[in-house]
């Protein structure tokens, strides 16, 4: 039996991450420069929280068929021509804010386009790491692409604001660099094309290999779904992200509008963001400490309690610089939960449906995000930026106290449940250990 290639030595992995890398530092630029540029045109938080929330919509409905897609398609091909197309759209947005015939219909129509590339890159991308890292390196793997998460999320903030502050179409033009630079990474990696457990139809004309059996889209997603429903535990703990994501996706625009009525500009923003980066960075360093203290369950109340009670102490009323420190509190806990699913779900998932689940388990959680950032700039419109982040904290330590009363959430494990039915007995993934 070949020897395992250490985590650092595995060039596809590393080239997969490093691309990955690129893309979300570019991703970050923008991310504090759309909202400044929208509400810079248009004076109204409540339209840079549609402009975001317009993405997400577009991520969330087409995920679901990406998924069946991707489990269909060639993944490599798929993973390139997605990225490929991120960098047409963050190019043709790039020229329209340069000629400055920029408009809101503008966002909005280019974010979406970006969402929909966006549902078919993270599929692939979950699916490539567990063809190229062996079953004992996935802790490992993941805890790597939460570091690449939280710097790019350290570093992004506050370079986004300073290339805003040098121009407008800065940060853009650089976005679209980081795509193309992207593209080439995943090319070089040479992610895998297929499962390798993919069913084939019985050999024809001389025993040449034929084309996949295909099944309807309809009874390929409701088998993922119907998978995840005798999951007990697992599901509850996607019900109880959706709400995370939902109130914990609100809180940009309130933040941004709260250090505007401190006097920071775009550059104390960006800084002030940066604790997001910071903290995650030190948590995906602990990830493997913090994850053995509880099991998912309890680990993700413990991470929507800290998430809560940090938010909330974000408005207290001690200058433009303090939401930094309270943010780094609130990624120095998430990381730790991130790398758990994760694993758990690479575990537990048979390989020939992983595109599938990741879409589900990613819609699941992310249903309601859309409705975040439009919620947070609502707030913030109505209530003012303080109040808005208090309103937000409180609905989290709700949604904590609520999911403590499902037994099914506390006493996750990781655990593949043993319901008696074909569709979660047949190729049943590995166990996560207890």
């Given at each position: 039996?070949?020897?395992?290639?250490?985590?650092?030595?595995?060039?596809?992995?590393?080239l997969l991450w490093v691309g990955s890398a690129v893309s979300e530092l570019g991703?970050?630029?923008?991310?504090?420069?759309?909202?400044?540029?929208?509400?810079?045109?248009?004076?109204?938080?409540?339209?840079?929280?549609?402009?975001?929330?317009?993405?997400?919509?577009?991520?969330?409905?087409?995920?679901?068929?990406?998924?069946?897609?991707?489990?269909?398609?060639?993944?490599?091909?798929?993973?390139?021509?997605?990225?490929?197309?991120?960098?047409?759209?963050?190019?043709?947005?790039?020229?329209?804010?340069?000629?400055?015939?920029?408009?809101?219909?503008?966002?909005?129509?280019?974010?979406?386009?970006?969402?929909?590339?966006?549902?078919?890159?993270?599929?692939?991308?979950?699916?490539?790491?567990?063809?190229?890292?062996?079953?004992?390196?996935?802790?490992?793997?993941?805890?790597?692409?939460?570091?690449?998460?939280?710097?790019?999320?350290?570093?992004?903030?506050?370079?986004?604001?300073?290339?805003?502050?040098?121009?407008?179409?800065?940060?853009?033009?650089?976005?679209?660099?980081?795509?193309?630079?992207?593209?080439?990474?995943?090319?070089?990696?040479?992610?895998?094309?297929?499962?390798?457990?993919?069913?084939?139809t019985p050999a024809r004309d001389g025993g040449k290999e034929q084309r996949p059996?295909?099944?309807?889209?309809?009874?390929?997603?409701?088998?993922?779904?119907?998978?995840?429903?005798?999951?007990?535990?697992?599901?509850?703990?996607?019900?109880?992200?959706?709400?995370?994501?939902?109130?914990?996706?609100?809180?940009?625009?309130?933040?941004?509008?709260?250090?505007?009525?401190?006097?920071?500009?775009?550059?104390?923003?960006?800084?002030?963001?940066?604790?997001?980066?910071?903290?995650?960075?030190?948590?995906?360093?602990?990830?493997?400490?913090?994850?053995?203290?509880?099991?998912?369950?309890?680990?993700?109340?413990?991470?929507?309690?800290?998430?809560?009670?940090?938010?909330?102490?974000?408005?207290?009323?001690?200058?433009?610089?303090?939401?930094?420190?309270?943010?780094?509190?609130?990624?120095?806990?998430?990381?730790?939960?991130?790398?758990?699913?994760?694993?758990?779900?690479?575990?537990?998932?048979?390989?020939?449906?992983?595109?599938?689940?990741?879409?589900?388990?990613?819609?699941?959680?992310?249903?309601?995000?859309?409705?975040?950032?439009?919620?947070?700039?609502?707030?913030?419109?109505?209530?003012?930026?303080?109040?808005?982040?208090?309103?937000?904290?409180?609905?989290?330590?709700?949604?904590?106290?609520?999911?403590?009363?499902?037994?099914?959430?506390?006493?996750?494990?990781?655990?593949?449940?043993?319901?008696?039915?074909?569709?979660?007995?047949d190729d049943k993934a590995p166990r996560a250990p207890a």
């Amino acid at each position: 039996m070949p020897a395992i290639v250490p985590l650092r030595k595995n060039a596809r992995f590393q080239l997969l991450w490093v691309g990955s890398a690129v893309s979300e530092l570019g991703s970050e630029l923008t991310r504090l420069a759309m909202p400044l540029l929208v509400m810079a045109l248009t004076g109204s938080p409540g339209l840079a929280g549609i402009v975001a929330g317009a993405r997400t919509v577009a991520f969330v409905a087409v995920q679901m068929p990406a998924g069946v897609w991707v489990d269909r398609w060639d993944r490599r091909r798929t993973l390139l021509t997605a990225q490929s197309l991120q960098a047409v759209v963050s190019a043709l947005l790039t020229a329209l804010v340069i000629t400055d015939h920029v408009q809101v219909w503008h966002f909005i129509t280019l974010a979406v386009l970006d969402g929909l590339c966006a549902a078919f890159i993270g599929p692939v991308q979950d699916t490539a790491i567990r063809g190229i890292v062996p079953s004992g390196q996935l802790h490992s793997a993941y805890a790597q692409e939460e570091a690449r998460t939280h710097a790019a999320g350290l570093i992004g903030p506050p370079l986004g604001g300073l290339l805003y502050g040098l121009g407008r179409a800065v940060p853009f033009v650089v976005d679209t660099i980081t795509f193309l630079a992207a593209t080439l990474f995943y090319a070089l990696a040479k992610v895998p094309r297929r499962p390798s457990d993919e069913p084939q139809t019985p050999a024809r004309d001389g025993g040449k290999e034929q084309r996949p059996i295909r099944r309807s889209m309809r009874r390929e997603m409701a088998e993922a779904v119907t998978w995840l429903w005798r999951q007990h535990g697992l599901r509850e703990v996607t019900a109880a992200v959706m709400i995370l994501n939902l109130l914990g996706g609100a809180f940009l625009i309130p933040l941004i509008v709260l250090i505007g009525e401190r006097g920071g500009d775009a550059r104390i923003t960006g800084t002030v963001l940066a604790g997001l980066g910071i903290g995650g960075l030190a948590g995906a360093l602990l990830s493997g400490r913090i994850s053995k203290l509880l099991p998912p369950g309890r680990l993700l109340l413990a991470v929507v309690i800290v998430f809560g009670a940090a938010l909330a102490a974000t408005a207290l009323p001690w200058g433009a610089w303090w939401p930094m420190v309270p943010l780094v509190f609130i990624t120095l806990s998430t990381p730790s939960l991130n790398v758990v699913i994760n694993v758990v779900i690479a575990r537990m998932v048979p390989e020939a449906m992983l595109g599938r689940m990741g879409a589900v388990l990613s819609m699941g959680g992310t249903a309601l995000k859309p409705l975040g950032p439009v919620l947070g700039g609502v707030l913030a419109a109505a209530l003012g930026g303080a109040t808005a982040l208090i309103v937000l904290g409180g609905l989290l330590g709700l949604t904590a106290a609520v999911a403590a009363l499902s037994p099914e959430l506390r006493h996750f494990a990781g655990e593949a449940s043993t319901a008696e039915d074909d569709t979660s007995t047949d190729d049943k993934a590995p166990r996560a250990p207890a």
